[in-house]
Each structure stands twice: as C-alpha cells, then as structure tokens.
C-alpha cells in the first residue's frame, strides 16, 4: 500500500492519473508500467499524457471522474468513483456499498 500510495502521489494524484493508476495497482495487482498503460488504452490517450495535468483536467472534466477543484454542477465523491469504475471495469467497495444501500 505504501509503495502504491508513494507511485500515485508522484504521478500527481488526482491532478493527473496517479489515482487512477494505484486503483489498477491495488485491485488488478498490474505493475506501474502495465497500469499506465491500461488506463491510457481505456482514456484513448498516450501513456505520456497521464502525466500532463493540463490533458488530464480535460479528460476527467469530460469523462467526469473527478477534478483537482469541485466546481457546481461537476461529479465528486461517489458519483466520480461510480464512473471510474465503469471506465476502469473494476470494484470499488465504497461504489459497491452505496449500490446496495440504494437498492441498485
């Protein structure tokens, strides 16, 4: 988890794909480079483009899968973790728990 934690944070967190990649770290148990590379496939952009917060604040703007800044009307908190685990095809336990809490 440290590891994981250190990788994403140095990637820029939420202000590029460093969440995005320790999501695919965690629950595929991909290696950095894979992961990257994974989540650049399922965005159509280049690998190189993670890194780059001013590509990456348009894509999650667009795709809705949370921003550095909440702003009216943009997706937080569990709607942005329901649409990045649609994007990613993975389970996110808090996404999971609020689904059932609903009755979805």
Same mark, same amino acid.
Request: aromatic share 2%.
């Given at each position: 988890?440290?590891?994981?934690?250190?990788?994403?944070?140095?990637?820029?967190?939420? %202000?590029?794909?460093? $969440?995005?990649?320790? *999501? &695919?770290?965690?629950?595929?148990?991909?290696?950095?480079?894979?992961?990257?590379?994974?989540?650049?496939?399922?965005?159509? #952009?280049?690998?190189? $483009?993670?890194? $780059?917060?001013?590509?990456?604040?348009?894509? %999650?703007?667009? *795709?809705? #899968?949370?921003?550095?800044?909440? %702003?009216?009307?943009?997706?937080?908190?569990?709607?942005?973790?329901? *649409?990045?685990?649609?994007?990613?095809?993975?389970? #996110?336990?808090?996404?999971? %728990?609020?689904?059932?809490? #609903?009755? &979805?």
């Amino acid at each position: 988890m440290a590891i994981t934690h250190e990788t994403s944070a140095g990637m820029g967190g939420i %202000r590029t794909a460093g $969440d995005l990649a320790a *999501r &695919m770290q965690m629950s595929k148990g991909m290696k950095i480079n894979e992961a990257k590379e994974y989540i650049a496939g399922k965005l159509g #952009i280049s690998v190189f $483009d993670l890194s $780059d917060s001013t590509i990456m604040n348009e894509i %999650r703007e667009e *795709r809705g #899968i949370g921003e550095l800044m909440a %702003r009216p009307g943009a997706p937080i908190g569990i709607e942005a973790k329901i *649409r990045i685990e649609e994007l990613l095809g993975i389970k #996110i336990n808090s996404v999971g %728990r609020f689904k059932r809490m #609903i009755g &979805m």
